[in-house]
């Protein structure tokens, strides 16, 4: 119970292994296929937080990785943009570290502000990535096609296709940021 709201609020588990994040998807209803995604993912988000890491910038390299393999864990129920709020949701209903809920919740296009989010019939709130670590996971699922690793110019392609014709050239420019900012961090090509 929180002695503030006086809720019962879900307690909070410890973050999961990798082992136990490919369980809670498999258990959620992920296919194989969107359970591959996420392990691309992780593999990718992985590889740019330890080129941070190794730069001597601080990022938790292991929250990225359990992040990047529960990002799409709302896939299980929804293939739309609002898989993330219902990822985020049953995140919160699991227990799960609200580091892990914000990943899962602010990884749609390269974030959305709250104004898109109200066009695409979401709840009116931004799911622009914050930390550090929502960046690199949000960054690495834009370059995961499937479960195949493609550059970023394919990737900016695709985006423009999908959320881009709907959100137009800012949320675009969002990626093409997140991809620079990203860049400049790791001090080596993405």
Known sequence: MNSRTGRTEPSVRARPSDNEAID?????????????????VAALATRIAQCIADTGIAIDVDLVRVGALLHDLGR????GIDHAVVGAAMA?????PISLVRIIERHIGSGITAAEATQLGLPKQSY?????????????????????EVDFDEAVTAFSRELGRVLGP???NRLKRLHGELATLTGAPL
């Open 128 to 148: 622009l990535p914050r930390s550090l670590e929502e960046k690199v996971v949000a960054y690495a699922d834009k370059r995961i096609a499937g479960s195949r």
């Open 76 to 79: 299980a129920r929804t293939h």
């Open 170 to 172: 800012p949320a675009i």
């Open 92 to 96: 919160r209903s699991l227990g799960l």
């Open 24 to 40: 809670l998807l498999a258990t959620a209803g992920c296919s194989p296929a969107v359970i591959r995604h996420c392990q691309a």
